[in-house]
C-alpha cells in the first residue's frame, strides 16, 4: 500500500509544480535524462547479477519478451495501415507493450498472492521487463525516432546508451558469476530505486488532461491493449492453448495486466515520441488499472 500512495503521491506533485510559475517548465526533460544516465544503469548493475538461469523462468520471461513483441506487431499493423506516423507507433509499442511489473505489480502480487507469488513477479520484472526495455525498448526508441536511420546509427545509438552498457556489463558478471563489494551494491541499489519517484514526477509535469486533445482515441487504444487485450493473450495462451496451472501462471498472467511501465514512457519521451501521449498513459492508466486488475483477478480465480 505504501507503494501505491507513493505512486499516486509522486504524481500529483508533478502536476501541482506544473503551476509553480518559478519551476522550469522543461524541467521534466532534466528528470527524464537523471532517469536514463543514472538511476536504471544503477539498477541494471544491481539486479541483473543476480539472476539464476534456468527453465523456471520461461513462463514468466513470456510475458515480457511475448508481450512486447505482441504490442509491436499489433500497433505497427494497424499504424502501417492507418499511416500513422512513427513516432505515434513508437510511442504506443513503448507504453503498450511494457508492463509495471514491479512499482505497482510487486505490491499487488504480495497483496493477492502473497511472498510466493512475489519470487514470480521478480523473475517477470528483472530478466522479463527490465532488460526488454535496455535493449529491444531502445531499439524501437530509436527506430521511431526522428527521421530514417541507417542501421549503423541505430546500432550506434544503442551502443552509446547508458543502461545497454550498464547492462552488458552486468550480464558479464551474471554469465561468470562476479558480483561488485556489497557496499557498491547498496549504492547502486539506493540510486537505482529513485528511478519511480523521480520518473513519476516527470510524468506528471507533462501530464495534461486536454478533452479536445487528439491523443484520447490513440489513449482508449493504447490502454484497451495493455490492460485487456493483452493479458487475455496470455490467458489464451498459458491456460487454454498450454493448459498451465499454478502459482506462477497466475501470476504472470496478472502481471501482464499491470498499467504500463513508467520507464517505458521516460524512453519515448526523451526519444520526442509523442511525451504528452506517453504521460497519459501512465496518468491514467495507472488507476484505470486498479479497476481492470480486480477484473483479472475474478477471472483466475473463477477458471
Same mark, same amino acid.
Given at each position: 500500500?505504501?507503494?501505491? !500512495?507513493? =505512486?499516486? $503521491?509522486?504524481?500529483? &506533485? @508533478?502536476? /501541482?509544480?506544473?503551476?509553480?510559475?518559478?519551476?522550469?517548465?522543461?524541467? %521534466?526533460?532534466?528528470?527524464?535524462?537523471?532517469?536514463?544516465?543514472?538511476?536504471?544503469?544503477?539498477?541494471?548493475?544491481?539486479?541483473?547479477?543476480?539472476?539464476? !538461469?534456468? =527453465?523456471? $523462468?520461461?513462463?514468466? &520471461? @513470456?510475458? /515480457?519478451?511475448?508481450?512486447?513483441?505482441?504490442?509491436?506487431?499489433?500497433? %505497427?499493423?494497424?499504424?502501417?495501415?492507418?499511416?500513422?506516423?512513427?513516432?505515434?507507433?513508437?510511442?504506443?509499442?513503448?507504453?503498450?507493450?511494457?508492463?509495471?511489473?514491479?512499482?505497482?505489480?510487486?505490491?499487488?502480487?504480495?497483496?493477492?498472492?502473497?511472498?510466493?507469488?512475489?519470487?514470480?513477479?521478480?523473475?517477470?520484472?528483472?530478466?522479463?521487463?527490465?532488460?526488454?526495455?535496455?535493449?529491444?525498448?531502445?531499439?524501437?526508441?530509436?527506430?521511431?525516432?526522428?527521421?530514417?536511420?541507417?542501421?549503423?546509427?541505430?546500432?550506434?545509438?544503442?551502443?552509446?546508451?547508458?543502461?545497454?552498457?550498464?547492462?552488458?556489463?552486468?550480464?558479464?558478471?551474471?554469465?561468470?558469476?562476479?558480483?561488485?563489494?556489497?557496499?557498491?551494491?547498496?549504492?547502486?541499489?539506493?540510486?537505482?530505486?529513485?528511478?519511480?519517484?523521480?520518473?513519476?514526477?516527470?510524468?506528471?509535469?507533462?501530464?495534461?488532461?486536454?478533452?479536445?486533445?487528439?491523443?484520447?482515441?490513440?489513449?482508449?487504444?493504447?490502454?484497451?491493449?495493455?490492460?485487456?487485450?493483452?493479458?487475455?493473450?496470455?490467458?489464451?495462451?498459458?491456460?487454454?492453448?498450454?493448459?498451465?496451472?499454478?502459482?506462477?501462471?497466475?501470476?504472470?498472467?496478472?502481471?501482464?495486466?499491470?498499467?504500463?511501465?513508467?520507464?517505458?514512457?521516460?524512453?519515448?519521451?526523451?526519444?520526442?515520441?509523442?511525451?504528452?501521449?506517453?504521460?497519459?498513459?501512465?496518468?491514467?492508466?495507472?488507476?484505470?488499472?486498479?479497476?481492470?486488475?480486480?477484473?483479472?483477478?475474478?477471472?483466475?480465480?473463477?477458471?
Amino acid at each position: 500500500m505504501e507503494n501505491i !500512495i507513493l =505512486l499516486f $503521491l509522486c504524481l500529483i &506533485l @508533478g502536476v /501541482a509544480l506544473q503551476k509553480v510559475p518559478q519551476f522550469p517548465k522543461n524541467a %521534466y526533460q532534466s528528470l527524464n535524462q537523471y532517469v536514463i544516465y543514472i538511476s536504471l544503469p544503477a539498477m541494471a548493475l544491481y539486479y541483473i547479477p543476480k539472476i539464476t !538461469i534456468s =527453465l523456471a $523462468l520461461l513462463y514468466p &520471461l @513470456g510475458i /515480457a519478451w511475448l508481450g512486447f513483441g505482441l504490442s509491436f506487431l499489433f500497433f %505497427y499493423a494497424l499504424g502501417t495501415y492507418f499511416k500513422w506516423s512513427k513516432k505515434l507507433i513508437g510511442c504506443l509499442i513503448l507504453t503498450g507493450g511494457l508492463s509495471n511489473t514491479s512499482f505497482v505489480g510487486f505490491p499487488i502480487i504480495e497483496a493477492l498472492f502473497g511472498t510466493e507469488g512475489l519470487k514470480t513477479a521478480i523473475i517477470v520484472d528483472q530478466p522479463g521487463s527490465f532488460v526488454v526495455v535496455t535493449t529491444l525498448g531502445i531499439l524501437v526508441a530509436a527506430s521511431f525516432s526522428r527521421g530514417n536511420l541507417s542501421t549503423s546509427e541505430i546500432v550506434l545509438k544503442i551502443v552509446k546508451f547508458p543502461p545497454f552498457i550498464a547492462f552488458t556489463i552486468a550480464l558479464c558478471c551474471t554469465l561468470f558469476s562476479l558480483e561488485f563489494p556489497e557496499s557498491l551494491q547498496n549504492s547502486f541499489l539506493r540510486i537505482g530505486n529513485t528511478v519511480t519517484p523521480v520518473a513519476l514526477v516527470a510524468v506528471g509535469l507533462q501530464l495534461k488532461i486536454d478533452t479536445r486533445s487528439k491523443h484520447w482515441r490513440f489513449l482508449t487504444l493504447g490502454l484497451l491493449f495493455k490492460l485487456i487485450l493483452m493479458p487475455a493473450f496470455f490467458f489464451l495462451l498459458y491456460k487454454i492453448v498450454l493448459n498451465g496451472k499454478g502459482l506462477e501462471i497466475d501470476v504472470s498472467i496478472m502481471e501482464s495486466a499491470m498499467a504500463p511501465m513508467i520507464t517505458g514512457a521516460i524512453l519515448a519521451s526523451n526519444y520526442g515520441l509523442k511525451p504528452k501521449l506517453s504521460s497519459m498513459m501512465i496518468g491514467i492508466g495507472i488507476p484505470l488499472s486498479l479497476v481492470t486488475i480486480a477484473f483479472w483477478y475474478w477471472v483466475l480465480s473463477s477458471f
